[in-house]
């Protein structure tokens, strides 16, 4: 059975950091592109960063870049997201997903974790 399970998510104030956390399970993810994603209360779900199936190139939404990491460990089927610098606008549920370049059936998303940035 496919899981993906968000982690590391939780209160923190503006300037601050948090490390969230992707296990995944089911399916090779080795194979696998990984992404993040938030949605906000009331607006669309955006793509946040992505990293390829090795971690050999990565890719990052204009808000974030310079602030945030992601990172995979194929060992322990596991992508993270390193967030500094946390902003107010940060706040959303930040979701991980899978994608396999072959088949656009096999994407999977996890549940998501709450960020939230604020005094």
């Known amino acids: 059975q496919v899981q993906l399970v968000e982690s590391g998510g939780g209160l923190v104030q503006p300037g601050g950091s948090l490390r969230l956390s992707c296990a995944a399970s089911g399916f090779t993810f080795s194979m696998y592109a990984m992404s993040w994603y938030r949605q906000a209360p009331g607006k669309e779900r955006e793509l946040v960063a992505s990293?390829?199936?090795?971690?050999?190139?990565?890719n990052y939404a204009d808000s974030v870049k310079g602030r945030f990491t992601i990172s995979r460990d194929n060992g322990k089927n596991t992508v993270y997201l390193q967030m500094l610098s946390l902003k107010p606008e940060d706040t959303a549920v930040y979701y991980c997903n899978a994608q396999a370049h072959w088949d656009s059936v096999r994407n999977y998303w996890g549940q998501g974790t709450q960020v939230t940035v604020s005094s």
């Open positions: 990293i390829t199936n090795t971690g050999g190139s990565t």
